[in-house]
């Protein structure tokens, strides 16, 4: 079996989108060039932010056709992290809401990436 190591969403700006996530998540990429950034967590998940413009082959999706998903414990961190992006600007897509999978709500990032940010009903 292989096990999936990476995401890479396609952005405008690998440099813009990387300084977007560090203050966003409080984590530094661990690489950052114009064409390319990443960031490594501490739970292994790597976030990759590659740029539209140089991608190879040829991308067909060109930003905001997918979604990065955060789990919360409990449905207060659900709107702590909401007041928090709501007031740092990030444009909100859906707001609070109950949902048949759990309490969720979703913010976008500079090239309309979906975050969503959820307290799973499991």
Known sequence: MITPSMTIIYVDSPEKSADFYQQLLGVAPVEKSPTFAMFVFSNGFKLAMWSKHTVEPAAKASGGGGEISFVC??????????????????????????????????????????????????
């Open 73 to 122: 414990e409990q449905q207060e961190q659900v709107d702590a992290l909401y007041q928090q992006w709501q007031a740092a600007g990030l444009t909100i897509a859906q707001h609070p809401v109950a949902m048949d999978f759990g309490y969720t709500f979703v913010a976008e990032d500079l090239d309309g990436h979906r975050l969503r940010v959820y307290q799973f009903y499991g």
